[in-house]
Structure formats: structure tokens, C-alpha cells
């Protein structure tokens, strides 16, 4: 790798997870073999203390906005060709081909552009690791031991990075940001709007549940090969059920709190880890698993492991080999996170294919884009045009209805929040891009970006373009654009 | 475009090499075949010349394959511009053809377009194709001098190997030529760059010698701060160089250096014999080799490659460089846009990365999409590197790279020249390469649509006149891996 382009490199890392309405009670035995437990003993909810940095997000108000006779790209996997959408108080209220003009809304010729749902990028590292990409900015990897559950990206985010305000230029409205890759258990990751703010609170995406990062194969033995290790894949796989078979007793000894205290029984509350928590709930499936994974012979590992302790891996991220095992990763329910072409940077990257996300998808399983780059996240929509392409070059049918929802719905699914945002369908968030033209060619631009039906980004105005305070008063200002320079 | 036309065909009697000497007159069949330009009145009317046109023959060689693509929209890159419904002929390794209405020599294998675009072969302007396998496996990695004597001296030419799997990989993708040059180490001089051709001749060196790459960014000098970079290998903090520097990097010590080991090669080259005798040479920080690599930089011949970004880095490069009668390019340059008419008055070309567009560290503040239209707009010769974070095994992005370019405002043909005659001149290789002339290498490439859009592959790719296998590792894999369900064997025997 080029020590010249270092500062801007994708960070070959992943990360995180995602929240469900907690789940029924499941009592997980201490030799980590799960035993299913009766209905009529789910008497013990989970307590765990709520999010210490809660969202404090708030839509901004906007009249309503209709496009009209515009290609719309659902995310659905339909395409609607001379379709209209109607974005009011933050929602999709409307979409179809024939929508009346309400009072006092903004009506927008979309003719000749297209329209798709806001792009998700599932795996990010803006904000903890930020232009500019200096020692002092530098946030992302906790390595300071191979397990680090107790960590959360959020904390290391810093809102001010110009990253950001080139994404929104490039159409992607909502990101995971994830530690990097140097542990085994890297901590919590977030999800987060891409508007500005002073605060990460005020982006962090409303009902977004967290996910864990974790990380397979060559980044922890690498990074921990002379730091008391691991120094090996098998050092790997004996680290990740260490620390599921810990968080399993932590998450029985709250849970047998609970159960005594409920009962009226004085009891003192056990110790708080802030790791075995994280851990515990990862265990509860309230948070997924998002892991950082390239072989497809450790992913069958994980898959095992998850199985073992109970835990929901929700996607396997930088997932070079994932078409080696589609079948797997359909049968497990379990999503294939890559690039559209990037290999050989190391060993585990040997086999990456230009077919994979294609291929994976024609599985049968879940497959999108992401960017792992302050680079790639200014045009998934290219990326994806890529992956779109070596699959139609192989014999494969993928209509742009399809291959628009490697960068919006699947996302949505790995992260949960496939209810919110992810697709154009009435009552889900306005997140929706309005492109100069097929999304899916190079010559394109996020012509109008919108965030909750708010106009985020207009190309063509200057005044609808965040700029990072880092960069007011810095040579080129003016001349640099904004966002999407 | 019926006067380039004409050109095409009158440019197809002139050939060179071998074929040359056949011009003149009907040849026998043992000195080759001919391929019969038609007169103009059996062209279609809309690809008729406008001046009258005697029937043509173009000599063919024997013994070689022959290929005749017919009926694509042709980018020259060359005098004759775009030509549409347009035929390349190819023979001998060479070009023998570009032009309306070729009619087909005897044995020639045809190639219907069908409208398609033919480019040339396209070149990426900083690459480690061929010695670079795996970033992270430093047995497979011969790309930096990092911590060893030779740092000018590093040639990358010893270390090609035209069998690393990055060739074909790349190759299928439309890219035929690639500078290759040292990867950022810790010394201001990273060594020397070479022209590649990916093609089926084992010898891939088209041209040695052809930049003394240096580092003139303080940032980077010491191989940048990477802490973040687990995947990409790099160490976790290095803030300070080693090689030719020690201690702190910051741009009086690097200009100190760089002066210092200028004029000592200078005194080296004019005291050589001096030098080698007893006693015959004050010390020099700088080691024989390194002097010695130095040489044809000093006598303008090699041009001194420099990565920097910030603007007044650029200024004072361009002073220095003038004051001592040294050729540059500006590599990176991410504001380089700032300096544009002094670079073009200069007549000093920049290769870019067009996706740089944000304030990665403190030299590249005046980062923006709009680098490279302005850059052209102003006169300045621009190339494109591949993207940054994979240079080598994503090198077949360049075509992304100049689409992105056209995006933000570059014009068409001239992104496209920055692919293919563009570099072709700045690393002097115009007279094979670079351009659809007869006479030129056949470097062609035949696309499945506009080869600057992402969507877009080749079908065909000939290089020196060969005609590519369209098969990679990654092909194979891709097919061993295709159909899972496959149960006759297990899938290794596929």
C-alpha cells in the first residue's frame, strides 16, 4: 500500500449492529449452550440500563415537496417510470404515477432525473477518522486489548468532519460508523443521519438500534501478534468464545438480580461492566453483530460461534469470499457487506471477484455495497453500478430496481431499520435523493438530497451545502465549493 | 471528419517497422497479404472522403494475425479525432489501419463493433503492476527502498514480473500500459519509474528510466500517520523518516536534503574519475549508487516526479526545478489547481487522482472535484493515476477516475487523453503509443459501451498487435465458484 495515499486510505475495518424490540427471555446456561426457556417463565425482563447518549435528533420542518414524472427507483425493487413522490411533515406520503399538488408544496420537474431512496452506508469510519486524517484526529481502534466491548464509536466521532458534507453530496443519507479493525471485539457502533450538527446526539438516528464490531482474521493477530496476542487465527476463534462464555455467566448473574429482586428478596446488585453489558445484549440479540470477515471458511466459524452462545451476526462486512459461501450466508439469514471490486491488498483480500455482490444476491442472500472510505461513500452509486454490471456481464438479470437495493433496503435490513428508512414507501422517513440522471452512471450527481424531507444538499445552491467548520477560512474556501468538492 | 478520414487512409500506406518497406506496389503472397482500401464510391455516402481517392492497398505482414475491427466509433487520440463507423485494421504487432471503408485483407479475422467505441489501450500513470502481489506480504512486495542504501538508485525494472496475476487482471479491463514506480518510503528519493506493456511478451519494460520519483510533502515524507491502517500494513506512527533523513521531517530539512544531493551529484558527474581515486572526493551524505542514478536526471534526460500537494510546495518545486535546469511532474497535486498558469507556462504536467476532494492533512486545504477541469482548462497536461488506495490491483479504475473527472467538468476527449496520448507523451513513449495511427503499436481496445462510464467493459483488447486471452484469476475463481449447487464434483475439480 501507498504510504503517499495513507492519510486516505479505506479503512479495511468493520463494525456493528443493530436493536431489536428486546426479545423474549432466553436463559443461557454457563457452559454457553442455550436452553430455549418455557413461556410461562419469561417473567424477567431485561433492565439493562437505556442508552447513556440518547438521540437527540430532531427532523427540520419543511413544506411539502412533490417530484413529478421522474424515474423512481423504490428500493422496493420496483422501478416506476414517470412516477411522483410526495414527501410531507419528514414522510413519504405519497408515491405513485398520477399525485395532485397540495397546497403550498415545493413541485419539482423530475424529468429525465431519476429518484431512489436515500443511500446507507452500513460501513463507515467518517468522524473517527476524519479529514483532516492527522495523529490528534486519529479515533477509531481501541487497540489497546484485543477485546473492547466497553467502547463506543459515537464517543469518538467528531460532527466537524468535511467527510460528511461530501456523502450528503453523494447521496447517502444515513451511515453506520464503526471502530476499526484492530480487535476481536472492536465496541458499539452507531448509526447516525447525515445532517450537520454541532453534537453527535443531534445525528444519531432516532430508533437506530447499536451493533457490536467485531473483527475476523489477519487485523487482531496482526495488531496483537506482540502484544499478548492473539498471534493466530485459532488465538481468534478461542478470544471471541472467551468473551461470549463471560458475558453469558454476567448476563445469568443480572438476570438472577432480577428475578430475586422482583421476588422481594434483598439482594445487592452485582458489579456493572460496561464491556459485558454490550456483551449481554449481544447475547439478547437487542444488538447485532456486524462482523468484519473476508474468508468465507471463517465465516462458517462465526456462524458456529453465534450458534454456540446465541447471537445474531447480522452481516459479514468486507466479505471478499462471500460468494464461495452464498448458500451458507442465505441459510443463516446472515447479510454479505463488500466493495464492488477492491482485492490484494492482503492474503484474505486474494479472491476478491468483481462478481461477488452479484452472485451472492442470485443466492438467494442478502447482499449490498459499502465504502469502508471517505473516498467511496461520495459515490456508492457507482460502486454499485459496477457490481450491477459484472453480474449483467455474466448472465445475470439485474434491473436497476434490484441493484438499487444493495445500497438502500439491504443496508436497512442488515442495520434494522428497514421499517424506517430504505425503501420510497408511504410513512417511512423522506430520506430520498434526486438525481441528475441514472443513478447508475458515472456522469450523475445527487442533484437535491433530502433528510427527513428537508433539503439537505442542492447542487446548484450554494446555500444548501454544509460546510465543516475546519474548512471556513482555510485557502480555497469559495473556490472549493462546499460539499461535493 | 471526411478530411480525417481521409487521413486514416492515407496514414494506412504509411507503416512502420517491417511493414514499411512493402509500401509501393502489389506484393507477392509469400511477402504478405493486402488489404484493398476501396475508392471512394463504394464507401457509404455518409463515409465517403471528400477528395477523390484512389483504390489503396495496405501491405500486410505474413505470418502475423491479422485483425480487422469494423464498424466502431473510433477515438483516435490522434490527428484524425473521432471517427464514426470506422474500421482498425492490425498486423504485424502494429496498427496498419484506422479509417472508413477497410476492406478486408485475406486471412483477416474480423471484429464487428457494431458501433461500439474503440480506444487505444489505456495507461495508468502510477502503478507497482508487476512488482507488487499482496500489499501486506512483504515477500510478494518489491515496490519501496524503505529502510535499505538504495533509494535514487531504486530501479523497478529488476523486480518486474510479468507473471504476477495483477497483469492479466488488469489487462482484461483495458489498461495495456502502466508507469510503475516506487511506493512512498522514508527518503525523499524513492527511485526510478519504468513503462510497462501488460501484454503477452514477457518483456514488459516499454521504456526504463523514465522518472526519479521524490516526496516533497513533510506529511508523507515520513510515511505519513497511519494508525488507522491495520489492513493496509502500515506501521502506526512514523513521524520521522529514515533513508536519507533523520530526526524530524519538515520542509527545510527535506529541501536542505534534496539541495544537498543535487549538488552532490552534480560535483559527482563532473568529478567521476576524481571520485574513484584515493582521496579524490570530499564525503558525501549521498551513496554512489544514488549519485550515479542521479545522472540522467541532472542532464534533463529523466524528469524528477514529485508527490506533493500543497500549493506553495508546488511554487517552490517549479523555481527550484527552472533555477536548475530539471524537468518535473507534479504527482497528487491536490492544489495544484491554485498554481495552474504557472504549471502550464512551465509546460509542467500534473497526474492526478480526480477523486481528491477533501483536506486529508494540512497540504491539501484547497482539495476540490474541480482539480483536473481547471488544470486542463488552463494548458496543463494532465494524467491519471488510479485511485489512491489501490493503485496497483484497482489500476483498471482509471477509467472511473477520468468519468468522474468529465462529471465535474473536464471535457470528454481530453479525460480520455489523460489515459491514453497524454501519458503517453509525458513519459515519452508518443511514438508507439498512445494514439489509433498506423504505424503505432496495436494497443486497441474494443468497449461494450462508453469506456469511461462505470457500466462498461471491454470485449476485446489487443495488445502490440496480440490479441488478449479475456481470462484473469478472478475469471476463474468467479467460474469455479458460479454455480453452488453444482453436485458432480466437488468444486475444487472445476
Redesign the interface.
Known sequence: ?????????????AGAAVLLVVVGLVFLIPHGKKAETPASDKTVAAEWPKDPFPSTYKARASAPTLIRNTTILTGTGEEIAGGSILMSDGKITEIGSNIGVPAGATVIDGRGKFVTPGIIDIHS?LGV?P?????ST?D??EATKPTTPEVRAENSVWPQD??FT?AIAGGTTTLEILP???NLIGGRSVVLKNVWARTVQEMKFPGAPYDLKMACG??PK??YREKGGPQTRMGNMAGYRAAFEKATEYEHKWKKYWSDKKAGKEVDAPDRDFGLETLAQVLEKQIWVQMHCYRGDEMAFMIDISKEFGFKIAAFHHAIEA??V??LLRDNDICAVTWA???????E???????NIA?VDA?GACAMIHSD???FV??LN??V??A???GR??GLDIPRGRAVRWMTANPAKALNILDKVGTLEKSKMADVVLWTGDP??????AEKVYVDGWLAYDRDNPKRSPRAD??LG???EG???GA?? | MRTKATLALLAALILAGDAAAQIGGPTGASQGQTAVVPPAAELPANARPSNNMMPLTVPIPTGEPTYLIRGAIVHTMGPQGVIQGADVLIAGGKIAGVGQGIIMPPGAQVIEANGRPVTPGLMASFTQLGILEIDLESTTNDTTADATVATAAFDVTDALNPNSTLIPITRVAGVTRAVVAPETGSSIFLGQAAVIQLGLDPNMVVRPRVGMFVIFDPFRAGGGYDAEDYDSGGSQETASGGGLLSGPVNRPVLWAHFRETIADAREYLARQAAYHAPGGSRDQRTTRIDLDALAPVLRGEEPIVAFVNRASDIRQLLAYTKQQNLKLIIAGGAEAWMVASELAQAQVPVLLDAYTNLPGDFSSLGATLANAARLDKAGVRVAFMPPSNEPSHNARRVTQIAGNAVANGMEYEHALAAITSVPAQIWGIADTYGTLEAGKDADVVLWDGDPLEVTSAPTAVFIKGQKIPMESRQTKLRDRYRDLTRKDMPLGYH
Open positions: 500500500m501507498n504510504a503517499w495515499m495513507r492519510g486516505r486510505m479505506p479503512l479495511w475495518a469510519h477518522y479529514s483532516p486524517g492527522i495523529q486519529s477509531g481502534n468535511a467527510g461530501r476499526g479493525s484492530a489477519e487485523n496482526r495488531v460468494y464461495k452464498a448458500d471490486d477492491w482485492w490484494g491488498f492482503k492474503l483480500a486474494y479472491d476478491g471477484i468483481q462478481e452472485l443466492a472510505s471517505e473516498v461520495q459515490r457507482q460502486n453500478a459496477l450491477m454490471a459484472a456481464r455474466i447508475f452512471s458515472v456522469y450523475s450527481h475546519f474548512e482555510q485557502v480555497g473556490s472549493t465549493g461535493g468538492q
